[in-house]
């Protein structure tokens, strides 16, 4: 089946970049996404790629897909306290027009002064 | 637009108790998803409907489960009897279509003592 992983931890000085990567087993994945969560709240969508893309910038976040190395990136630019949280990469086949997300286990990002 | 909305936010029930947990999806979403998050296994999808039909339960733990979603705007999660290792957070999601996000409530916490 699907495996999507991510390392657990990551903690970088706040203005540093920061990078939270993923790796998944799917070669059929189409979209790929990146999820936050906040102490107590829900998941909150960030951004998502389509397969047959290989790079996408929104803001301060920057996304790199490399489909051979079946491996995902998120880059957060001048990370600041608000950045720390949980960040969950998750993948879907794509076939059907209801398939199902997998998520990975999720890195925690903590942002010290 | 109110986003997904769950209810309750909280539920603390005794073990044996029936427990119903509520979600009403973004209007014109036709895909919706039940995920249960806790520290051991992560995200796990439980069930998903596609157009108010169920798709793939095989998420669903056992025949304590039952899900139904009798219209466009409102779906269920049953468990009866409940157990302690039920105790987690409830995700409702729904999206519309491929290509598109999933948007997320903010969840129930459940826990049966």
């Known amino acids: 089946g699907e495996d999507v992983e991510q390392s657990l931890f990551l903690s970088v000085r706040e203005g540093d970049s920061s990078v939270i990567n993923c790796t998944y087993t799917?070669?059929?994945?189409?979209?790929l996404y990146w999820y936050k969560q906040e102490p107590g709240a829900g998941l909150q969508l960030l951004t998502y790629?389509?397969?047959?893309?290989d790079m996408k910038q929104d803001q301060r976040l920057t996304v790199l897909l490399n489909k051979k190395d079946k491996h995902l990136s998120l880059r957060i630019a001048d990370t600041q306290t608000g950045d720390s949280a949980i960040y969950f990469c998750a993948e879907t086949p794509g076939t059907g027009t209801a398939s199902k997300l997998t998520f990975g286990t999720g890195t925690r990002l903590q942002v010290t002064l | 637009d109110a986003g997904v909305i769950q209810s309750p936010r909280h539920e603390v029930t005794e073990m044996g108790q029936e427990v119903t947990l509520r979600c009403k999806p973004i209007?014109?979403?036709?895909?919706l998803f039940w995920y249960r998050q806790t520290m051991m296994r992560g995200l796990e999808l439980l069930i998903y409907?596609?157009?108010?039909?169920?798709?793939?339960d095989s998420g669903m733990p056992e025949d304590r489960f039952s899900a139904k979603m009798p219209n466009a705007s409102f779906s269920t999660l049953k468990i009866q009897p409940s157990e302690p290792r039920d105790s987690a957070v409830y995700f409702c999601a729904s999206k519309i279509g491929q290509g598109s996000g999933y948007t997320f409530g903010s969840g129930t916490r459940l826990t049966v003592v």
């Open positions: 799917d070669s059929s994945s189409t979209y």
């Open positions: 209007s014109g979403h036709n895909s």
């Open positions: 409907f596609n157009n108010n039909v169920p798709i793939d």
């Open positions: 790629i389509f397969s047959n893309m």
